[in-house]
């Protein structure tokens, strides 16, 4: 074959390539086919969950006579103790909100950044030598999330943390009585998670909260929880 014969077939047919190419650059999407939309979605229900307790030991704990042996006085014994750790629970309610933009013509669009606030209170419970103690708290979770899929999301934030009640109100440490009303766990914590929400609503939680302040004044002990949660989500904005 003439070879300025094969010349000329191959640049027509490179020319109605980009003919073609450029006819589809120029394309108008039809206005019920565009998505360029951002919308929200919103989902609440209630937040069931358990896990484990650590305490880092404090350095020492000033010993407290109690009054009723008849010394008013703080005695300024220090004594060492063990903190080890123990189990939680939490129980409350949890509120997701969920950016999502859509851009024509991709049917999928991107939906990548949300956030969730819930509301738990949990218990936790620190052993110690002679018998566990026992806080009972307020937890905030504000988390930032993102969804590596439709279903699995990774999260990052804070938790806030109000102390409610401790117990009982003495604990020995060898033969000394500390007395725990002194004992607080108002926090601001530091929280890592995963979690994964199924197509019917039901998400499983895996989260890591890191305790940043001291338990008191005297006690330089600090808080932290691991905790997986079960959680059956209601669609209030879809």
């Given at each position: 074959?003439?070879?300025?014969?094969?010349?000329?077939?191959?640049?027509?047919?490179?020319?109605?390539?980009?003919?073609?190419?450029?006819?589809?650059?120029?394309w108008v999407w039809p206005d019920e086919m565009k998505t360029d939309v951002l919308s929200f979605h919103l989902d609440?229900?209630?937040?069931?969950?358990?896990?484990?307790?650590?305490?880092?030991?404090?350095?020492?704990?000033?010993?407290?006579i109690p009054t009723v042996i008849g010394i008013k006085e703080t005695d300024p014994t220090l004594i060492p103790t063990?903190?080890?750790?123990?189990?939680?629970?939490?129980?409350?309610?949890?509120?997701?909100?969920?950016?999502?933009?859509?851009?024509?013509?991709?049917?999928?669009?991107?939906?990548?950044?949300?956030?969730?606030?819930?509301?738990?209170?949990?218990?936790?419970?620190?052993?110690?030598?002679?018998?566990?103690?026992?806080?009972?708290?307020?937890?905030?979770?504000?988390?930032?999330?993102?969804?590596?899929?439709?279903?699995?999301?990774?999260?990052?934030?804070?938790?806030?943390?109000?102390?409610?009640?401790?117990?009982?109100e003495w604990l020995l440490f060898g033969p000394i009585p500390f007395q725990t009303d002194i004992i607080e766990s108002?926090?601001?914590?530091?929280?890592?998670?995963?979690?994964?929400?199924?197509?019917?609503?039901?998400?499983?939680?895996?989260?890591?909260?890191?305790?940043?302040?001291?338990?008191?004044?005297?006690?330089?002990?600090?808080?932290?929880?691991?905790?997986?949660?079960?959680?059956?989500?209601?669609?209030?904005?879809?």
């Amino acid at each position: 074959m003439n070879k300025k014969l094969i010349l000329a077939i191959a640049f027509s047919l490179l020319c109605n390539a980009l003919a073609a190419q450029n006819h589809e650059d120029q394309w108008v999407w039809p206005d019920e086919m565009k998505t360029d939309v951002l919308s929200f979605h919103l989902d609440a229900g209630p937040v069931i969950g358990g896990g484990m307790t650590f305490a880092t030991d404090p350095t020492l704990i000033p010993a407290a006579i109690p009054t009723v042996i008849g010394i008013k006085e703080t005695d300024p014994t220090l004594i060492p103790t063990d903190f080890r750790s123990s189990f939680c629970y939490q129980l409350g309610i949890a509120a997701n909100g969920r950016l999502a933009y859509q851009k024509s013509p991709q049917p999928h669009g991107i939906s990548r950044l949300g956030m969730g606030v819930e509301v738990l209170l949990r218990k936790s419970s620190i052993k110690t030598e002679d018998e566990p103690f026992h806080l009972l708290s307020l937890d905030v979770p504000i988390m930032v999330h993102f969804y590596v899929t439709s279903g699995l999301i990774l999260e990052v934030g804070a938790t806030l943390v109000k102390s409610l009640k401790t117990s009982p109100e003495w604990l020995l440490f060898g033969p000394i009585p500390f007395q725990t009303d002194i004992i607080e766990s108002n926090d601001i914590m530091l929280s890592v998670g995963a979690g994964y929400k199924t197509p019917i609503g039901l998400a499983l939680e895996l989260r890591y909260n890191h305790g940043n302040s001291y338990l008191s004044e005297t006690l330089d002990s600090k808080i932290s929880t691991l905790a997986f949660s079960v959680s059956y989500r209601f669609s209030i904005i879809k």
